[in-house]
């Protein structure tokens, strides 16, 4: 086996700084095959020396473009030229930031807060390696075969995009060593042994398939990444053809940091493997050296372990409670997005200034510009004509909203231990909400159904009055009182605001969900099915339950885990922590919601 | 390996060998003009035909190409899945159509109707007609509205002072498909009109001076991942199928969609000749599945067995029914059959049904398993 360049035992411990120097090569070899890298990591000079060395390495006439942070579709797609437009009389267009970095490379700006739409409109590129435009009048096609640095600043719960996460190759987090000098000097000889590679073994596709399958990645795209990574990295290691190290190299870099959960314990692993992957036959390629004693599979699977984050198993536990937050987030995600597609600006549209809107003065200019020749303008006075159809209007960003609902147990057996604690804490929470500008609302379920006693509103007074006045007695309908707080929640969702919701019970449902007293079994089934349809409608993660039993029964327990929600008994907790704890969950929805928008 | 080259998994397009030492541009190079079909054609499609499962999605969109009476297709999964590819693979299989040489929106000319611009030509005598490949169009992200349903010519405009109407996406994809990827995230108000021109089959344009209408009748076929965002319920029932589509689970599959889409990637037009026989069967096996629907028997047991169907899961309104059986007609021709069985019927009404039922929040079976439930009750095991 040849020395590579930059030296990895398949399962050693990855060394920050010779990984990242390894990454910026292999990019540099191939970056339209691998998609690109999200650069985690705060700016400053290790980022710099990276990005330094990504370029070094890069043929020197590739481009390198950087896209701001909230890019216009214009920009980034390409479009009207106005200046052009207006001189030649005749449309000129435009070309966009992904036709300017054709065979080279996009800098993404804080891509942890990439807009969705954004996001797509790149991943539109990556896939196709062209970006369409049919936009101002134009139809336009143009190459746009690039690699992507998704530039990565975020904090603890933000992340790019999924949607461009999963078509970039490698996902590397910058801890402050530099990138190791030991970079190859020139990738001239290893661009051309690339080009030469012959198809990969059979074995070495079905090794990074099944690691992929054993930690738990459904997307096809990794895989296939990693396949590509293999074959950059026996180009640059001077091999012929892909070999064990490579597909191990590719599993640690490509497919470890992409892991949902910690492959099978080596024995049951080693078992499903050996019926599934078939270990390879006659591959003379595949297996020489020291990996010769182990199956091919078992290797690249061992490098992906060794290098999975640490903190993956306490992520994992992490996510379990809060449900959904872990694989795919799509529990702040699905309000967050939808959120984001109505108060999000998407630019200017065409619209009239006078029905409330703002003008967007250049935008309107631009759709003038055109025209000017056609309609007789520049000729007597040298005005420009606008007319109405010219019109266009800002899209104002809308805030993120949430809307506190608070779902409360005003059942005798409730009333009869502490509603007058629950609205305690509950005056606490409203005086919070009123401080976020959050609306809130008020459901109270007993007797034989629930009521929304107070509709969504911003007005603390009425809150407060309502809260105040709460009647209690009678039983414990707990599924209509979810089902209420479920309909309530999707019309907050459908009108782009993040519901949140707070129920405060006891959880000793007795009231079935027709209305009727049918013994505790049914009553508790029911409430439990209601939770996790409310858990299905995307509010998990966006639940807290305050339980108010004395004594905190294991019902409430599994209640809260139906909707996927933290279990605050109310004895232990005093009404500052709770209060603590539905502005952390805000918080997260929140910044859910800015990763999203 | 020969190009680096990224694309959709499973196919998409593949890209002609890495490019040689380009020179530098200035940053903000105007490309000229507006070429209009810049040259996207040249690109070789993944084969249709070497897609690796995901069985649904395929008869589903082979049912649309036969009868594009059935609506519409909606395909909703994971990422990575092949959604785009398959689309856009499709474009390969369609036999070509005759239409009426120097129509711009390819006029049938068995049509009596078509645009006015045929209207009046046929008045005069016999059209002349060429063949002409399907178009199956696709919408990109972040399209504006004029582009869309057309707009006025501004070359002809600013050159010759001459009023003209300049088609958009809706008259090229007239008699073909239009396909819009992530179509959760398209912009409501291009959904609703896309959904209103779909449905009526013309588009009706005023705007900028102009009064147009002229045909536009296509199959709509969207995709997208529900984690980005759903669609609006609104919407669902307004395609005709619904497929869901997931990651293959088994190995050997995920193996095999790696190594042919690497195989591809390494030599597009090899890998295509090697699927050139699959894909003319298909495309021939469309061809007569055509022929064939007109003269289809659809037995009354069908449809009353559809009907049954429908009643015991609650669907709104006539069109899961009339979409059910159609579908299953078109799959009864793609299969050779001269009538439907209670097996086609099987076979398409998932896709025909899950999207058009009322949700029941206690209910918390998925759509599918509901539809498989109220099939085994109504027709039996």
Redesign the interface.
Known sequence: MTTAPPKVAPGAAPETGAEAALVAALLAL??????GVALRGPPGPAREAWLALLRRLL?R?A?WRRVPPGVA?GRL??GL?LP?TLQA???????GLL??A??GVLLLAMAERLP??TA??LA?A?????V???????????PA?LGLVALDEGLEEERPP??LL??LAFHLTLDGAPPDAAAPASLRAARAR??R?P??A?AV??A???T??ALGI???????LA??AA?AAAALAGRRAVEAADAALAARLVLAPRATRLPAPEEAAEEEEAA??RPPEATPEAAPGEAAAQTLPDVVLAAARAALPPELLAHLAAAAPVAGAGA?G?GR??PA??AA?RGRP?GTR?GDPRAGFRLSLVETLRAAA??Q??RGAGGAGARIAVRR?DFRVLRLRRPAETTTVFVVDASGSAALHRLAEAKGAAELLLAACYARRDRVALISFRGSGAELLLPPTRSLVRARRCLAALPGGGGTPLALGL?AA?ALAATERRQGRTPLLVLLTDGRANIS?EGRAAGRAQAEA?AL??G??LR??GCAGAVLLVDMAPRPQAFARDLAEALGAPHLPLPAADPALLSAAVQRTAARLVAGHGAAA | ??????????G??A?P???R?????P??????????????GRRTPYPFSALVGQEEMRLALLAAAVDPGIGGVLVFG?????K?TAVRALAALLPPMRAVRGCRYACDPADRAGCEDCRARRSRGALPTHSLPVPVI???????????VG?LD??R???A?VKSF?P??LARAHRGFLYI??VN?L?DHLVDLLLDVAASGENLVE??GLSIRHPARFVLVGSG?P????LRPQLLDRFGLSVEIR??EV??D??E???R???FE?EPEGFAALWAEEEAATRQRIAEARGRIGAMATPVAILEAAARLCLALGTDGLRGELTLVRAARAVAALEGEAAVTLAHLRRVAPAALRHRLRRN??D?AASTTRVERAMAEVLGA
């Open positions: 191939d970056p339209v095959g691998l998609g043929p006439e481009p579709d797609l390409g030229d052009g009389g005749r449309r000129i267009a435009e070309r036709a300017e054709d065979g969705a739409a797509l409109r539109a990556l896939d196709t390696g062209e369409r435009v049919e936009r101002d009048g134009l139809a336009l096609c143009q075969r999924v949607a999963d078509r690339l080009r590679l198809p990969p059979p596709i079905e990074l398939c099944a992929a399958v459904a997307s096809l795209r990794a895989p296939l396949l590509r074959q599934e992957a795919g799509e995600k699905g997005r939808q597609r998407v065409a055109p025209w020749r056609l159809e089902e479920r969900r029911d099915a209601a996790r349809a299905r409608e | 390996m020969t190009g680096p080259v990224n694309g959709a998994i499973n998409a397009a890209h060998p890495p490019r030492a380009a020179a530098p541009r940053a903000r190079a105007a490309a000229r003009a507006a070429p209009k079909e810049a040259a996207s994971d990422r990575g899945t092949g785009s696709d919408l990109p992200l972040g399209a504006t509205e004029d582009r869309v707009t501004l070359e405009a600013l050159a002072g300049e958009g996406l990827d992530e995230l912009e705007r900028d991942n984690e980005e965002g759903e990651t293959p190995l050997a995920r193996v969609v790696i190594r889409r690497d195989a390494r929040p206690l918390e």
